[in-house]
């Protein structure tokens, strides 16, 4: 999540090399780099049809409008429902995705925060057909 924060913000270069720079930074470990990586994968090459996914669902928000924890959070749950299971990730129980998703927006974000993110994926997932 801080890694798609952080490309969201330095609006610059490609999400999977500053994620490279943030994960030296932070001096993330192999087994957390290995778990991270497909759902970066799936960003760098569906971050259009993810943003449009969650855009369909924010009727009354674009998505430069949401804020930057938000929209990275909600990113990252929805690449999880979309591509789960698929030759990029592994499978994640829909639900776990969307609570771990709450659980970071209520982290890095706020009560507000996570109730917003529950909401759109939530119904992410009932449009998928996953709940």
Do not use: C
Request: glycine residues 8%; charged residues 25%.
């Amino acid at each position: 999540m801080q890694a798609i924060y952080a490309w969201d913000v330095v609006h610059r270069g490609s999400i999977v090399a500053v994620t490279q720079r943030l994960w030296d930074d932070l001096a993330l470990g192999a087994e957390e780099r290995a778990f991270a990586t497909p759902l970066i994968r799936m960003l760098e090459l569906h971050g259009a049809e993810i943003d449009g996914a969650i855009a369909e669902l924010t009727t009354n928000w674009r998505m430069e409008r949401v804020g930057a924890i938000e929209r990275a959070v909600l990113r990252l749950g929805a690449a999880e429902l979309m591509w789960n299971g698929s030759d990029l990730r592994a499978v994640t129980p829909p639900r776990v995705a969307i609570q771990e998703s709450v659980l970071l927006a209520e982290r890095f974000g706020s009560e507000e925060s996570a109730r917003f993110v529950n909401g759109v994926l939530d119904a992410l997932a009932r449009k998928l057909g996953r709940i």
